[in-house]
């Protein structure tokens, strides 16, 4: 099966200005994840979508970052504007609905906020 | 609430020698637990998983975890370590019950000496 779909893989920006990742999870993952993964630490679980419907935010800046799943598949995360403690690795994983399925994890994006 | 603990940020191993890396959870539930491999510039891979059922897990790469409850612990082992073993190793841990919440130590950085 394919895996987990990410893009870009860098990006460089400076603070103020606007960013988007994009994520397209294995087919059939009704649960999609982002993460941030600050350097040296474990990832941190930003939103939580279980097909098209959003199940945990509680961790999500939602002054700045935004998150969509139209259709319940493809995702999209916009940080706007950005901040230097944003630089981060940008990780998204999609699963199955079934209790204890692991998570797949795309290979990230990695942000740079200059 | 549910939390994971990994003791050891870094651990230093020589070529041959065992691996043990631990991972203590917190649950008020009956737990799943994980744990993943994460290699440089590449998203998180599962190495093994605890659901229910046999307390000892058998993993790929020859990575093995033993499920405790009386002592809350989930460590990860491996007879005789490889130089592609190096890696950062993440524990994490979702309970039963609601939708799968996904929560991830941070990380143990394995360092194998030739």
């Known amino acids: 099966e394919a895996g987990v779909a990410q893009s870009p893989r860098y990006k460089i920006i400076e603070k103020r200005q606007s960013v988007a990742f994009w994520c397209n999870p294995i087919?059939?993952?009704?649960?999609l994840y982002w993460y941030q993964q600050i350097l040296g630490q474990g990832p941190k679980l930003l939103i939580q979508?279980?097909?098209?419907?959003?199940?945990?935010d509680s961790q999500l800046p939602k002054d700045r970052f935004s998150a969509e799943r139209l259709k319940g598949v493809d995702s999209t995360l916009k940080i706007q504007p950005a901040k230097l403690e944003d630089s981060a690795v940008y990780l998204c994983?999609?699963?199955?609905?079934?209790?204890?399925?692991?998570?797949?994890f795309g290979n990230g994006t990695r942000l740079t906020v200059t | 609430a549910q939390s994971v603990t990994q003791l050891g940020s870094h651990v230093s191993v020589s070529e041959g020698a065992l691996v043990l890396l631990r991972c203590n959870y917190s649950?008020?539930?009956?737990?799943?637990l994980f744990w993943y491999v994460q290699y440089p510039n590449q998203g998180l891979q599962l190495l093994l998983k605890?659901?229910?059922?046999?307390?000892l897990v058998k993993g790929i790469n020859g990575f093995e975890a033993e499920f405790k409850k009386s002592e809350t612990s989930f460590h990860l082992t491996k007879p005789s370590a490889h130089m592609s073993d190096a890696a950062e190793y993440f524990c994490?841990?979702?309970?039963?019950?609601?939708?799968?919440?996904?929560?991830f130590g941070t990380g143990t950085k394995l360092q194998v000496i030739p």
């Open positions: 994983a999609s699963s199955t609905r079934q209790e204890g399925s692991p998570l797949h």
């Open positions: 087919s059939g993952h009704a649960t």
């Open positions: 979508f279980q097909n098209n419907g959003v199940v945990d």
């Open positions: 649950s008020s539930v009956p737990p799943y």
């Open positions: 605890y659901t229910t059922g046999a307390t």
């Open positions: 994490a841990v979702t309970s039963s019950g609601g939708y799968q919440k996904v929560t």
